[in-house]
């Protein structure tokens, strides 16, 4: 049975959902989808995407170094983005958070996010081998 675990130092879930959650001894996360919320709930970056690609991945990188996890972790990620020719100049902001071999990614253009000012989310799949995962909790 999957377990569910909310780091400190992000911003906490509002609704049905978990930042992440754990699969078998805790090697594979599976993370919830991260928006540019600082700790305090504030949108980072309005109308501006490079920095709101900047916040979910910085957002993604505190939440896998809560569970013992590094970028390079990570398998896959899914990201949903309301304009996609804005979301490709993001190349270089990605850039600063990965190295090869890369995730396998999906982007996807959609017409809305929970928040209108919101450009940006991604979800995350990534694998934290055993002698540095932390358990939560």
């Known amino acids: ?16 959902f978990s930042l992440v959650t754990l699969q078998g001894d805790g090697q594979v996360t599976h993370l919830k989808g991260q928006v540019p919320l600082d700790a305090e709930r504030n949108i980072v970056g309005i109308g501006d995407m490079p920095a709101q690609v900047d916040k979910v991945l910085e957002n993604i990188q505190a939440v896998l170094a809560a569970l013992g996890g590094e970028m390079g972790d990570i398998l896959s990620l899914t990201q949903h983005t309301t304009d996609i020719a804005a979301f490709m100049t993001s190349g270089d ?18 017409s809305a996010l929970y ?11 990534a694998e934290i081998p055993r002698g540095r995962f932390v358990h939560p909790g």
């Open 115 to 125: 928040h209108p000012d919101i450009m940006v989310e991604i979800t995350a799949i």
């Open 93 to 110: 902001v990605r850039a600063r958070y990965f190295k090869e071999p890369y995730p396998a990614t999906t982007t996807v253009e959609v």
């Open 1 to 16: 049975m999957p377990r569910a675990f909310n780091p400190p130092g992000v911003w906490q879930p509002f609704g049905a």
